[in-house]
Structures are given as C-alpha cells and as structure tokens.
C-alpha cells in the first residue's frame, strides 16, 4: 500500500495547495490512502465544516485535528458525524467526537487512524501512550488493519520519538505534527515502524510557522501583542511524508518526506 501524510493545513494557501495538487499527486503517486492534518485550515484557527468537506473532496481518506481542534464552535457538533474527521483520542472523557477510526481506502484497504496529542509544553490530557495502545490492541495490524497512522501532536520532537519506539512493529507510521517544521530525520525503525518527528504543515513557509512575521516577530521583540495573527498567503507548499507498506504485515518498507511547491526545498515522494 501507498499512504500519504500531510501536516497541519494552515489558512487559505494550505487549503488552496491541497485543492491544485492532491487530487493529482494521488494519481501520479498511487496513494491508497491520505491523511491530512486540519488543525489550522481556517484562517489558521481549527477547522470549519466547508473547510472540512473541501479536504476530503480532494482527497483526503482522514483528517485530523490537535489542540485547534475546538478554535471553530460548529466543530463540537459536526464531528460527531464525521467519521472521517479524528481529534486526539486523549481529550478528557466526554469530548465529542473521535480518537481513532478504522477507515477503507480507495482501493478497498482498512487503515487504522489514530490523532493523539502530547504532554510536553503543551496544555493537560490524558496519557496518549495508554491511550494509543489501547485503540491499536483492539485493531491490531496486520489482523483488522492493513495499516496504521498515528499522527502525534506535540511540541517536543523527544516525546514524538518514544511514540514511535513504544509502537515499533505495532504501526505502520508515527508522526508528529504541530510545531509545522517539518523534521529531516523520517525513518523505518528496527521493527518496521516509520517514524517522522514533524511532518511540517501545509502552509507558506514565508512566515513564522504559517503566520504573517510582522506580528509575531513584534511579540518577540516588545513582548506586546499588537494585533491579530494573519495566516501567510503566498504559495504553500505540501509537506509531509508517504510510505509504502508490505500488503500482508502493514509494516513499512520505504518511506519520503513530501515537500512539494511553495518555497520549501522540494521532495518528491519515492523519487
Ligand atoms: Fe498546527
Ligand atoms: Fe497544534
């Protein structure tokens, strides 16, 4: 199987990236699967139910979400509706909505997605190591899944890697998203694990992590917040990372960060 990640999808640039070439990249590429991250695809702030129909039309299997997640009031409700939409499985009791999902593919394959969010300079949840391995030891891979994604959102690239060596041999690829910097270190752990500390996002990389600099360059500078932050609006570039997994184990066999457009350095999946 061929899956794609995509990191957090920032403001119009992010959604307008992900509308001009996923449909295409899925072709060109044979992608089985896509998860897009949403967290930030509405003016930067959570994820609208337009918003969301937009990242599926284009393509994307799943969509998940973070510590944005509730940034738009009608997520609480059309969540719970949305089967194809996860946010982090350990969000107090309660919370609406879903942690993880078995999802079919295009071509008939069943991935397990899980969104977790982390504990490191980021605000209180539950424990996401128990609650990852609770989700996967009742849909273990290579039994129920054919695949399985978690993506990871955290601040701290430490806290992604013990994710991906706690799920090594029990997933098919741990990523983090949330700093939106995508990491140069993606790869196959001893078990068959692919690991990615950020995927980065979806966004204009001629900013600070998707925003316009002005202001937040100001709070650095003055410690005064001035104004609003404003999502970038030149070109994104698509970011994150594909994997190619072996049909009978769901353990992964090749792995390429994505990064495509925009003004990132450009790469290509499995070239
Ligand atoms: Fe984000
Ligand atoms: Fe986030």
Redesign the pocket.
């Known amino acids: 199987m061929r899956l794609l990640f995509l ?2 999808v ?1 403001g119009r640039a992010g959604r307008d990236a992900i509308t001009e070439r996923l449909p295409r990249l899925i072709v060109d590429c044979g992608f089985d699967f896509v998860v897009v ?1 949403g ?2 695809a509405s003016h930067g702030r959570g994820l609208t139910e337009p918003h969301y129909n937009e990242l599926r039309a284009a393509g994307a299997d799943a969509v998940t979400l ?3 997640a509730w940034d738009q009031r009608d997520t609480v409700t059309y969540i719970a509706r949305e089967p194809h939409l996860l946010r982090p499985i350990n969000f107090p009791p309660g919370a609406p909505g879903r942690g993880a999902n078995l999802i079919e593919g295009r071509n008939g394959h069943r991935v397990l997605v899980i969104n977790a969010q982390g504990r490191v300079f980021m605000d209180p949840v539950d424990d996401p190591f128990r609650a990852v391995e609770a989700a996967i030891a009742a849909c273990p891979l290579g039994e129920q899944a054919d695949a399985i994604i978690v993506d990871f ?1 955290t601040e701290a690239t430490s806290e992604i890697q013990a994710m991906g060596f706690f799920l090594d041999g029990r997933a098919s690829l741990v990523v983090g ?4 910097i995508p990491t140069a270190d993606a790869r196959i752990l001893k078990s068959g694990t692919a690991l990615m500390s950020d995927g980065g ?1 979806c966004g204009d990389f001629n900013s600070i ?2 925003v316009d600099a002005e202001e937040p360059l100001n709070r650095f500078l003055t410690g005064i917040a001035n104004g609003r932050f404003t999502p970038a609006e030149g070109e994104a570039t698509l970011c994150g990372v594909a994997i190619e997994t072996d049909e009978k184990t769901g353990l992964t066999r090749k792995v390429t960060p994505v990064r495509i457009g925009g003004t990132l350095s450009q790469s290509l999946p499995f070239v």
């Open positions: 990191g957090d920032v991250n967290e930030n973070g510590d944005h959102h998203t949330h700093t939106h996002m992590i998707g």
